[in-house]
């Protein structure tokens, strides 16, 4: 396989976003350059109530929604806290500067815009544990930090465009 | 905290939304007890039971029954520890348990829906930044939304952005109510900063932070003083040594 140079840029907005926002700067994020892939993360939602009295109820939370992002709808499991968007190096700078006017515009808040490594590189020992050796062998490298292992893919990783 | 501080009532709720949001009783419904009243009971003769009057919900026989807020770190107008200090020194007959992010007090049913309509009614309640909850409580740490809503992953309560409104749509729990009640505007941010008890500011580091320095400092030096006893140690050991005339 070809080795790509990439890292990571993290968006830190103060507040955290409500669905209608984060799909707006999802969708103008995507048409960047050099994009790799998204890590949504924030506080997760549940789709029933866990515990208590209510236990069993359903949640209905409004920030649990789908969203449609370049025609794909992405089922939001999060209320969003933090977006790392993964690019190639090269297209860094540019990147860092145009989401940084995309954010100015879309945000009446503040926001931290940091670059770096944010997502694991590696598969861990508690990888390992989880699953078993070999694990290395049989994930797609670029699923690598993304999601837990163990979590089912299907539901939290969307491909979109090519 | 002081009881004679008479706090400003900005919102009025009726009585039925309050038992409703409790989820204790049904409104309309009687108390449930757990015991005759007072009245009708047979005590063996004790001076404390003359001393000491009863509250209503006890004579009554009522249930203990329990309203629980949490208070975002953005600026509640009370945190905790506030909360359960002048849950003290305002009403009678309150057992309450502080945590970090929340406080709760059990009282008997009667009584408790008195209190909670004083916490709900006045300025010791903002709609967004205060949460009434029961069960699954975490938000109290995180970063507000969009609306400036504390996080709450039941979401008990709704911001409607047309009319500016919160809105109550479960009850404490998250059992979905009949009719949502509705709470008021949320508080201005700038009033919520200068009303709030809460010490914090954003994006300084600790060691440039001179107030929390010397709040800290003098914490560490009053634990290590009262925790190791120097004083009365040293004065008790003279004593023993005959040395302390």
New interface residues.
């Given amino acids: 396989m070809e080795q790509i140079k990439a890292i990571d840029v993290r968006i830190f907005?103060?507040?955290?976003?409500?669905p209608e926002?984060t799909e707006k700067i999802l969708s103008e994020l995507l048409d960047l350059e050099g994009v790799l892939r998204f890590l949504v993360n924030g506080?997760?939602?549940?789709n029933v109530?866990?515990?208590?009295?209510?236990r069993g109820?359903s949640?209905?939370?409004?920030?649990r929604k789908i969203i449609t992002v370049k025609g794909k709808e992405v089922e939001l499991l999060v209320?969003v806290?933090e977006i790392v968007v993964t690019i190639r190096h090269e297209n860094l700078e540019d990147f860092v500067e145009k989401t940084k006017a995309i954010l100015e515009e879309t945000l009446n808040?503040g926001f931290d815009v940091g670059v770096g490594v944010f997502t694991r590189t590696k598969t861990t020992v508690s990888d390992h544990l989880k699953i078993g050796y070999g694990i290395e062998d049989d994930i797609d490298p670029s699923l690598i930090g993304l999601v837990d292992p163990k979590t089912n893919s299907k539901e939290t990783v969307k491909l979109i465009g090519d | 905290m002081d009881p004679d501080f008479e706090m400003k009532t900005i919102r009025s709720i009726n009585d039925e939304d309050i038992v409703s949001v409790l989820?204790h009783r049904n409104p309309g419904e009687s108390y449930k007890s757990v015991h005759p009243p007072l009245d009708e009971m047979d005590f063996d003769d004790d001076l404390m039971k003359d001393l000491v009057e009863p509250i209503p919900g006890a004579k009554e026989g009522g249930r203990t029954r329990y309203v629980q807020f949490a208070d975002s770190m953005y600026n509640a107008p009370a945190h905790p520890y506030d909360r359960a200090r002048t849950y003290m020194s305002r009403f009678r007959g309150v057992d309450t348990g502080t945590l970090s992010g929340r406080q709760v007090i059990e009282i008997r049913e009667l009584d408790l829906e008195k209190i909670s309509k004083t916490l709900l009614e006045t300025e010791f309640f903002d709609p967004a930044k205060t949460g009434l909850r029961?069960?699954?409580v975490?938000?109290h740490s995180?970063?507000?939304?969009?609306n400036?809503l504390m996080?709450d992953?039941?979401?008990r309560y709704?911001y409607d952005e047309e009319t500016g409104k919160v809105s109550y749509v479960?009850?404490q729990?998250?059992?979905?109510l009949d009719t949502p009640v509705d709470v008021g505007e949320p508080l201005d941010e700038e009033h919520l900063k200068e009303i709030t008890t809460i010490y914090r500011s954003d994006n300084v580091g600790m060691r440039e932070d001179k107030e929390a320095l010397e709040a800290v400092l003098t914490i560490h030096e009053a634990r290590t003083d009262g925790g190791y006893g120097l004083g009365v140690f040293k004065n008790d050991l003279k004593a023993k040594l005959g040395d302390d005339k």
């Fill in positions: 907005p103060h507040r955290r976003l409500k926002t506080e997760s939602l549940p109530v866990g515990y208590g009295p209510a109820t949640v209905n939370h409004p920030d209320s806290g808040f | 989820g029961g069960a699954t975490h938000g995180l970063r507000l939304d969009e400036g996080f992953a039941l979401q709704v479960k009850d729990v998250g059992r979905p």
